[in-house]
């Protein structure tokens, strides 16, 4: 994943700044990503917008998080990440609308006391990057071995 970008609809005087809510959150995922052999590029593009507001400001900040990193990693955005202040779904159908149906980029929401609370969590991490490769095409298993008698196949 090389061109990606996190737009954080919470106080960023909590999430900005190396001592930060966001940097303990990215060091675990890029720890746990290494564990898991997915290449994620350290450095996303991050953004900040207000969580209050209407749907259509709402995807306004998604369109400009879509266009920094367009411009910023040479490309269309792999994936959107969306840090979200609370379980609104509001907030969750607007940003999505605009990634699924306007952007056409696969998308991850993530609730902020998560982030808070489970920042260092390995094992958060883990199933956050599970939902990640599969929204990007990636499969989770595989057979180590073929099939040996494919005249009776298995379940």
Sequence with gaps: MKRWGILVLDDQRRYG????HLARFLHTFFQAADDYGMNV???PVVTYGNSNAPA???QRSAEELFNKVKGQ?????ELLMFILRGKST???EALKQYADTVAGVPSQAVDSMNVQKKGGDRSFHANLLLKVNT???GTTVTLQ???SNKQRPTV
Excluded: S, V
């Design 17 to 20: 700044g190396p001592q930060g």
């Design 41 to 43: 590029d350290r450095n």
């Design 56 to 58: 259509a400001a709402l």
């Design 73 to 77: 990693k040479g490309g269309q955005p």
């Design 90 to 92: 509001f907030t969750y």
């Design 135 to 137: 929204k990007l095409g």
């Design 145 to 147: 071995n073929a099939i």
